[in-house]
């Protein structure tokens, strides 16, 4: 069927009730709206002054170098009063027909009728070509401080993504074409879906991603066998129940990011690492950060040291009868676990026997792709936010990061939850990526000026507890993991940490894909291969180009590494003991306990 067989569509009673009940949607809306509470407005867009240092450079460009702007906006009225024409026609011919297309391929616009009908067609053109002209006009100001360009070409990015025509339910031929066929009920369902979300989160826009009403943690998620053995207002510590008959001397202990939960290691049984690692025989202790309120505010890292690690190295000591233990710290943990090690190399307490790091960064000196959110305007604007409430907020956090890859984590589940009317998908790492922690103010600001914007663990002059902490005392036998296609923590910058470290054992593993995806990458899955290179010495481009590439999982070969480490044989212990009675079963309570915005 062409275009020109397409009859014109009437409104039904069904459309028109259909519309009728988006009034009280529309009411209840406005409700959910007023009850939002004012965040700092640093938070929401840059510093306008980002923008005036761009227009005057733009400008200074046109006096020095006229030629080059004029030959940029040439093209663009070019590219624009071309396509109108071929549209015309097009039109002219009397078919209801596009232009030829030779665009490129983008899966936003991956319905026929973006190609085949002229209007969608138009619509689509013109955006990539006002886009095209964006990006180029961003990409060659030359007379731009570096960090402040990058800042730019992101918030730029941000604008050309957020006007895309698929945003819109007038320019989006899937939602018109589904509103059609479903009566309007699909327009129906997606405000419901929206004022689901605002009243969810205290008016604050928070897409949901998943079904939560697929999950339960515990119940089908977070279900491997353990108990938790200790508990205190930082952490309950979770010891896992043994599926062998032996198991190595040396327990392990495992720290996950205190920003999300720790059953991202335990989703399932098919991929869970906690699993994994308790039937390749080893005694598994895993820490459960508490969510924390208000009333965490003055707590920072040296509580989390404290309270957390060195705590939890002690009880684990205590059960398991040994003076050393191999640890595991995953993101802002492994950061974490960095500095504790350092603590203890200067205390001459040699409790770590190896450690594991998973997507870790120690040198922050290139930011990357978060060198938006590290610059003194929103840092500014999280610290004015904090002065109000005490915490910094899982949904702010939420929202950086997901704007990080915007089309994937806004504004295609926006599309198909408000717009098409969509349940979010039953998938649980979705699931998990919703369900965040606060994070208390001290600690915020002591990571994000400290480590981040003046890096200085890897300068060696970070001061905490009583001590000046430095990348340098990092001695014990390591292996830290990168993901080749990291986001968060580009696996470039990991390695430049590690290469820092004063350790004379190292191993670096890069797993193919993602943050998440290539850390939970089990060996049955055959999916993400790795690459080792023992040579700590090359720039991270050479020691990839040099490096030794596996097909499937690193997990057997970090395994390996580990075991050399673990001591002897022995008979497998059962959770807790005399002194530290089982307080309940895992996945524990404080993994229950939600952020609110």
């Known amino acids: 069927m062409t275009t020109n067989d397409v009859a014109a569509p009437e409104i039904s009673a069904e459309l028109e009730a259909n519309l009728q009940k988006i009034e009280t949607l529309t009411q209840r809306m406005m409700t959910a709206l007023s009850s939002k509470r004012q965040i700092n407005p640093a938070l929401h867009a840059p510093d306008a002054s980002l923008f005036g240092e761009a227009m005057q450079?733009?400008?200074?460009?046109?006096?020095?170098?006229?030629?080059?702007?004029?030959?940029?906006?040439?093209?663009?009225?070019?590219?624009?009063?071309?396509?109108?024409?071929?549209?015309?026609?097009?039109?002219?011919?009397?078919?209801?027909?596009?232009?030829e297309d030779p665009g490129p391929q983008d899966r936003r616009f991956k319905n026929p009728m973006w190609d085949e009908h002229p209007y969608f067609n138009f619509i689509k053109q013109q955006y990539l070509i006002n886009a095209e002209a964006i990006q180029t006009?961003?990409?060659?100001?030359?007379?731009?401080?570096?960090?402040?360009?990058?800042?730019?070409?992101?918030?730029?990015?941000?604008?050309?993504?957020?006007?895309?025509?698929?945003?819109?339910?007038?320019?989006?031929?899937?939602?018109?074409?589904?509103?059609?066929e479903t009566e309007g009920e699909s327009l129906v369902q997606g405000l419901e879906n929206l004022v689901s979300d605002l009243e969810a989160n205290n008016?604050?826009?928070?897409v949901r991603l998943a079904d939560e009403g697929a999950f339960e943690i515990g119940e089908n998620i977070a279900t491997a066998e353990g108990e938790v053995v200790y508990r205190n207002h930082m952490m309950e510590l979770i010891q896992y129940t043994p599926t062998t008959e032996k198991v190595r001397e040396t327990p392990i202990v495992l720290f996950p990011p205190w920003i999300n939960k720790y059953y991202i290691l335990d989703l399932k049984p098919q991929n869970s690492f906690i699993r994994w690692v308790v039937d390749q025989g080893y005694t598994l202790f895993v820490v459960s950060w508490i969510n924390p309120d208000e009333s965490y505010k003055d707590v920072g890292l040296e509580t989390y040291i404290e309270d957390g690690y060195l705590r939890a190295f002690e009880e684990v000591k205590s059960i398991c009868k040994v003076d050393r233990i191999n640890a595991i710290g995953y993101c802002i943990a492994g950061t974490t676990l960095n500095l504790t090690l350092s603590l203890l190399k200067q205390r001459g307490d040699k409790t770590v026997k190896s450690a594991t790091f998973f997507t870790t960064l120690t040198d922050f000196s290139d930011q990357g792709e978060f060198t938006p959110f590290l610059q003194n305007d929103f840092i500014?604007?999280?610290?004015?936010?904090?002065?109000?409430?005490?915490?910094?907020?899982?949904?702010?956090?939420?929202?950086?990061?997901?704007?990080?890859?915007?089309?994937?984590?806004?504004?295609?589940?926006a599309i198909k939850s408000y717009m098409m009317g969509e349940t979010p998908p039953a998938f649980d790492l979705l699931y998990w990526n919703g369900d965040g922690a606060n994070l208390p103010g001290k600690m915020a600001i002591q990571y994000l000026r400290g480590l981040c914007q003046r890096n200085e663990f890897?300068?060696?002059?970070?001061?905490?507890?009583?001590?000046?902490?430095?990348?340098?005392?990092?001695?014990?036998?390591l292996c830290s993991i990168a993901c080749e296609t990291d986001h968060i923590a580009a696996w470039k910058d990991c390695y430049r940490g590690v290469q820092q470290m004063g350790s004379k054992s190292k191993?670096?593993?890069?797993?193919?894909?993602?943050?998440?995806?290539?850390?939970?990458?089990?060996?049955?899955?055959?999916?993400?291969?790795?690459?080792?290179?023992?040579d700590m010495t090359l720039s991270p481009e050479d020691w990839l180009k040099g490096a030794e590439f596996s097909e499937g999982s690193w997990w057997p070969h970090w395994e390996k590494?580990?075991?050399?480490?673990?001591?002897?044989?022995?008979?497998?212990?059962?959770?807790?003991?005399?002194?530290?009675?089982?307080l309940g079963p895992a996945p524990g309570t404080y993994v229950q306990l939600k952020a609110t915005a």
Do not use: C
């Open 57 to 99: 450079s733009y400008w200074q460009e046109w006096l020095q170098n006229p030629a080059k702007i004029l030959e940029h906006q040439i093209s663009y009225w070019g590219k624009s009063v071309k396509h109108y024409v071929e549209a015309q026609q097009a039109l002219a011919k009397g078919k209801l027909q596009a232009p």
């Open 203 to 206: 008016g604050e826009l928070v």
């Open 137 to 180: 006009a961003v990409n060659d100001i030359d007379d731009m401080d570096r960090l402040e360009k990058q800042r730019l070409k992101y918030f730029a990015q941000q604008i050309v993504d957020m006007f895309a025509p698929t945003n819109f339910l007038a320019t989006n031929p899937d939602a018109l074409q589904k509103a059609l």
């Open 561 to 582: 590494w580990l075991s050399k480490r673990s001591g002897k044989w022995i008979k497998a212990r059962q959770p807790g003991d005399d002194e530290h009675p089982v």
């Open 458 to 477: 890897a300068d060696g002059t970070f001061e905490l507890m009583g001590h000046t902490l430095s990348l340098g005392d990092v001695d014990v036998p």
């Open 507 to 534: 191993k670096f593993i890069v797993s193919e894909s993602g943050h998440i995806a290539g850390i939970v990458n089990p060996p049955s899955k055959k999916k993400y291969g790795h690459y080792i290179n023992d």
């Open 380 to 413: 500014d604007g999280i610290e004015a936010e904090i002065g109000d409430t005490g915490i910094l907020k899982s949904f702010i956090m939420a929202r950086t990061f997901s704007y990080l890859r915007s089309n994937d984590l806004v504004y295609g589940p």
